[in-house]
């Protein structure tokens, strides 16, 4: 279970970063989509491409937004690229759909606490981190926090590639009470 919760800890850290960067960087760099993704995609995409691939899917758009982001020089190139970021929005409902599934029924409250406490560490952790690192940016290249954002999610790939998953229960199976 350890992967999983550091999975979480770690795309929730990353998830402060866009809360916390957003307006300094859009600010200083050039004075609706995530949320309708996150309603709508994470079904039909684990349905279509299982949970693992629809978790990495979502890291791999929001990677290329991000990295667009880091080399915008027009604002419109952030408008532009936000139908891919919003394909980001697919990963955390995907991991959350993986992760109840490695934990048996008497389990998921204590593994649901413990996922919303790494959560929480998250939300301390990753605006002081990446608030911290664009202050240190800002001046030679704001862009860069999203390239920081970037090796975060970097880190977390080969975890999510790593995590060795229970099999879903067929629906027959849990009608008929057998596993």
Known sequence: MLPIIVIFFIFSAIGEAYGTCWALWGSDRFGVCQTLA???????????????AAVLTGVAGAC??????????????IFAIMPVFALGGIGVPALQSLATRQVDESQQGQFQGVLASAVSLASIAGPLAFSSFYFVVREQWPGAIWL????????????????????????????????
Not at 65 to 77: D, G, P, R
Not at 149 to 178: N, Q
Request: proline fraction near 7%; hydrophobic fraction near 55%.
């Open 38 to 52: 996150q309603a709508f995609l994470p079904g039909p995409a684990v349905k279509l491409l299982g949970e693992r």
């Open 64 to 77: 290329v937004a991000l990295i667009v982001m880091a080399f915008a020089t027009q604002s419109w190139m």
């Open 148 to 179: 920081s954002v970037v090796v975060v999610y970097a880190i977390s790939a080969p975890m999510v590639l790593g995590l060795h998953l229970k099999t879903p229960v067929a629906a027959s199976a849990i009608e008929s009470g057998g596993s």
